[in-house]
């Protein structure tokens, strides 16, 4: 029977993320990274806690502007942790990119 001629829901894989590290952080010589997005996670938990990660960014982002602006000291340490945030963030939102590309690879649509 043709699939559009048919009452029976699509089968579909849940998608899941690729194993990508961040912050340039390897541990031995074969490029093992010490922080990573492990592979084989449900996207939707990594676009989550992007989201919340990516919020907490805006709010130290907000801090900072507003201290400075007030003519307060601002610290190098405030500044790593926005790039650590902005690492990790974007770490997740790659390994689902990777995850999405490599299930379209194997169910052979590109």
């Known amino acids: 029977m043709h699939p559009k001629n048919s009452t029976n829901p699509l089968a579909s894989q849940a998608l899941l993320t690729a194993l990508t590290g961040f912050c340039n952080t390897p541990i031995d010589n074969r490029g093992i990274q010490l922080l990573n997005v492990a592979a084989g996670l449900n996207a939707e938990d990594a ?5 919340v990660l990516s919020s907490g960014l805006g709010q130290i982002c907000r801090h900072m502007h507003d201290s400075l602006n007030m003519g307060e000291i601002t610290y190098c340490d405030g500044m790593a942790a926005l790039g650590f945030l902005a690492e990790t963030v974007s770490a997740l939102v790659w390994s689902v990119q990777k995850g999405a590309d490599a299930s379209l690879e194997v169910g052979g649509e590109q």
């Open 47 to 51: 676009i989550q806690t992007a989201k």
